[in-house]
């Protein structure tokens, strides 16, 4: 995903939408398990 957020960020005239729509689509397990780990640290360090 590090690869493709580089080329997204810094070389998007280069990506074919195709291949974008493809990874949407099938492969945001990166994202959701960073959301997981953040949400689960949050709740356990919140001390309001």
């Given amino acids: 995903m590090a690869k493709f957020r580089n080329k997204l ?3 998007y005239w280069e990506l074919d ?3 974008v729509y493809d990874i949407i689509k099938n492969n945001l397990g990166d ?3 960073f ?3 953040s949400a689960e640290y949050i709740k ?5």
């Fill in 35 to 37: 959301m997981r780990i």
């Fill in 17 to 19: 939408d195709t291949i």
């Fill in 9 to 11: 960020v810094h070389m």
């Fill in 44 to 48: 356990n360090n919140s001390h309001m």
């Fill in 31 to 33: 994202v959701e398990e």
